[in-house]
């Protein structure tokens, strides 16, 4: 079955302690993004990577690592997580095309509180 | 910039009634539009697109054309169902570039 899969689905963390939310898909898509979701402000994207090693910035990189070793995994790290990182997060993957029509296919989604 | 602006929810009908999700782009080129339906406690599903203009995407019931003139891509159904409630996001993305761009969602609650 094509997915995305996401780690943990929730967490609650403190100031500062660093954590890591993993990504991995099955679908062998060269393209995979993380989002963050915030009442009133939709999605918002962090970071995205069109293949293995190539990473860019989305709108709200600030406080956020990522690193594509591999095609299947994107995970997003939080070298030091502050409160207004408090969030829903979304991992993405699709296909890459110049032409592109790609559909995005999302993972569950990972609810973080910052303490 | 580049930005998608969506009516605010949240939005309550009854079941059979008549939706019209307005949804507005701003846009410095040419992009493909989707709009995306979020059920609770799930992640993001493509509901439908549209690549250029005049294009109408569909699927479920649900409409969207493609409006060039008016920067527009508003989504449409007939008749919405109780398992229609959901949140909904209108999105675009360029051809050239790599970056989606989202707004913000409504929400909308279908009851019997």
């Known amino acids: 079955e094509a997915q995305v899969t996401q780690n943990p689905r929730y967490l609650i963390t403190v100031t500062g302690k660093k954590l890591t939310v993993t990504c991995s898909q099955n679908m062998n898509h060269e393209y995979m993004s993380w989002y963050r979701q915030d009442p009133g402000l939709g999605l918002r994207q962090i970071y995205y990577s069109m293949n293995v090693e190539v990473t860019d910035k989305g709108d709200v990189p600030e406080g956020y690592k990522v690193s594509r070793k591999e095609k299947r995994n994107f995970p997003l790290i939080l070298e030091s997580p502050s409160p207004n990182q408090t969030s829903l997060y979304f991992c993405a993957s699709s296909l890459r095309g110049a032409w592109t029509k790609n559909i995005q296919y999302f993972g569950a989604g990972t609810r973080l509180s910052v303490l | 910039g580049d930005s998608v602006t969506q009516m605010e929810g949240p939005v309550t009908l009854s079941e059979e009634a008549c939706l019209t999700i307005?949804?507005?782009?701003?846009?410095?080129?040419?992009?493909?539009l989707f709009w995306y339906v979020q059920y609770p406690g799930e992640g993001l599903q493509l509901l439908l697109k549209?690549?250029?203009?005049?294009d109408k995407g569909s699927n479920k019931g649900f409409e969207a054309t493609y409006r060039k003139e008016t920067t527009s891509f508003h989504l449409e159904k007939g008749s919405v169902q109780v398992s229609d409630s959901a949140v909904y996001f209108c999105a675009l993305r360029f051809y050239t570039g790599n970056q989606f761009y989202f707004g913000t969602g409504t929400s909308l609650t279908v009851i019997p």
């Open positions: 549209a690549t250029k203009a005049d």
């Open positions: 307005n949804c507005t782009y701003t846009a410095t080129g040419y992009p493909s």
